[in-house]
């Protein structure tokens, strides 16, 4: 029969396929074909990144049992495109016994619940991430040799309200200039001050502060962080430089960010050692979070009308009121330029980016 004739049964015309015949393309490398589907790691561990070293990342284990380790990781190819830094609660797949020569591979990170970022300067839209999950920040300045810089220590403060981070404020090197007239700046903030010098560093004061706590250390290159930092934690060895007698300026001497273990008596916390730098760019900062970090300003502030900027031209502005009409006092007067300066930065990027 003709198994085009209409007349047969339609089961019938079929019956001569022979679907042996029917070659397939071999697969020469004998790979599953790729899926977007990523595995849900239901398996993965919790640990804590404590340091980040060329794609290979420091990870404790089990922290605070009998079972803590520490063992090293690389990142999982999903997340090359998301920043893993120190502070970081990662979820880590693979050999976790810490052994020599084994490596797991982080899969994923737990929400954060703090995140300090800097800029190259206040107009670079790009962050650089710092450390994740500090809810203290240790502001280490010299009194002198480096001179102190306000506007730093200003830039830092609005940096950690903008995280969400607690500020501490350490004066070194007070054996060789008087603190006061630096920290009259501060004068009104709710902020806590150390002071530290040659033989008579306060350890254990700020120890009691650490406890408890993820504890991010910052300062500008040769003001002593990486001093203070090993006579908190002994085993630290952290390097130490000096400053350049003809530049004032300070030698970087801590080349990474890392988390150590503080302990005491009274219990651990974590203290986070980062490279000294010698600007700190907001330009990822929202521009209404920065008067928060002026703490009596801001008290005054609340007599602006809306949308006031409290820039110097800025009409009605409560501030600049209470500057003509003698209401601040000069420490308020400086913190007052330092707002406005910070303030006028972000007018300026803002109506660069207005023109294109």
């Not at 697969?27 to 595995?39: E, H, Q």
């Not at 980062?274 to 521009?287: Q, Y």
């Not at 308020?332 to 803002?350: P, V």
Request: with cysteine.
């Amino acid at each position: 029969m003709s198994w085009l004739d209409p007349d047969d049964d339609l089961d019938d015309q079929y019956e001569d396929f022979d679907e042996s015949s029917i070659r397939e393309r071999p697969n020469p490398k004998a790979n599953r074909p790729r899926t977007k589907r990523r595995p849900a790691h239901e398996d993965a561990e919790i640990g804590l990144v404590l340091g980040v070293d060329r794609g290979r990342y420091t990870v404790m284990m089990d922290e605070g049992t009998a079972d803590e380790r520490i063992i090293t990781t690389t990142r999982a190819r999903e997340l090359r495109r998301t920043p893993i830094v120190t502070g970081d609660r990662a979820r880590v797949v693979g050999d976790t016994s810490g052994t020599e020569g084994t490596l797991a591979r982080i899969v994923g990170i737990v929400e954060r619940t703090s995140l300090l970022r800097r800029s190259a300067d206040d107009t670079d839209q790009v962050e650089r991430v710092i450390v994740a999950n500090a809810d203290q920040m240790l502001i280490v300045v010299a009194a002198a040799d480096p001179e102190p810089r306000p506007r730093l220590v200003d830039r830092y403060l609005v940096a950690a309200l903008d995280a969400g981070i607690r500020p501490l404020l350490v004066v070194t090197k007070t054996d060789l200039a008087v603190p006061a007239p630096f920290l009259s700046h501060f004068d009104g903030l709710d902020l806590r001050v150390f002071t530290s010098a040659r033989g008579e560093m306060p350890v254990d004061e700020i120890g009691a502060d650490l406890i408890g706590h993820s504890t991010v250390f910052v300062g500008h290159s040769g003001v002593g962080k990486s001093t203070l930092v090993n006579a908190l934690v002994p085993t630290a060895d952290r390097a130490t430089g000096h400053v350049n007698q003809v530049t004032g300026r300070g030698r970087h001497t801590s080349s990474s960010t890392v988390s150590l273990r503080y302990e005491n008596a009274d219990g651990a916390g974590w203290v986070i050692d980062t490279p000294g730098v010698r600007s700190f760019g907001l330009g990822h900062v929202d521009p209404a979070h920065i008067l928060g970090a002026f703490t009596e300003l801001a008290e005054i502030a609340e007599a602006c009308p809306r949308g006031c900027t409290h820039l110097a031209d800025a009409p009605d502005c409560a501030l600049i009121e209470a500057a003509e009409h003698g209401e601040l006092n000069p420490a308020e007067l400086a913190r007052l330029d330092s707002l406005q300066r910070l303030l006028q930065t972000f007018a300026d990027k803002a109506e660069k980016h207005a023109d294109k």
